[in-house]
């Protein structure tokens, strides 16, 4: 399954994304995993969480995230949940890219068992039909 949650600069996407994080944590049966742009959330999750700096492995298009989705699964099959802040700035790519990459979480995430969620910078009301379905 997969989560998106859009709203513009400002929004509380990132609080958000930090309650679900925590909440994912205290129900999952699994490792939970949350990538990051630059290290910001580090004292706003729990210790238990997985933090992944996206910079720091030099993930910068949609098929370098997908290979490291890839490979963190590969690596472990007990992770549950997967978070991703701030998509389009991990990605470097706008929202055609990031649609095709949303597609392609969610395909990844009903064949492993993962639920993914991330969050993206944009309007709402401006999002696509196929983007419109992971809101």
Not at 38 to 52: A, C, I, P, Q, S
Request: a negative charge; charged letters at 20%; proline letters at 1%.
């Amino acid at each position: 399954m997969i989560h998106v949650i859009m709203g513009l600069k400002g929004s509380g996407k990132t609080k958000k994304l930090i309650d679900n994080i925590n909440a994912a944590v205290a129900q999952a049966h699994g490792d939970v995993v949350c990538i990051e742009y630059g290290k910001k959330l580090t004292y706003d999750v729990t210790y238990k969480v997985r933090l992944v700096d996206s910079q720091e492995y030099g993930i910068s298009t949609p098929d370098m995230l997908k290979g490291f989705l890839s490979g963190l699964h590969a690596g472990n099959f007990d992770i549950t949940n997967v978070f991703i802040d701030n998509l389009y700035k991990t990605i470097g790519s706008d929202e055609a890219a990031g649609e095709e990459f949303v597609a392609w979480c969610a395909k990844f995430a009903a064949d492993n068992d993962m639920e993914i969620t991330m969050t993206i910078s944009a309007d709402p009301a401006a999002a696509s039909e196929a983007m419109k379905q992971y809101l």
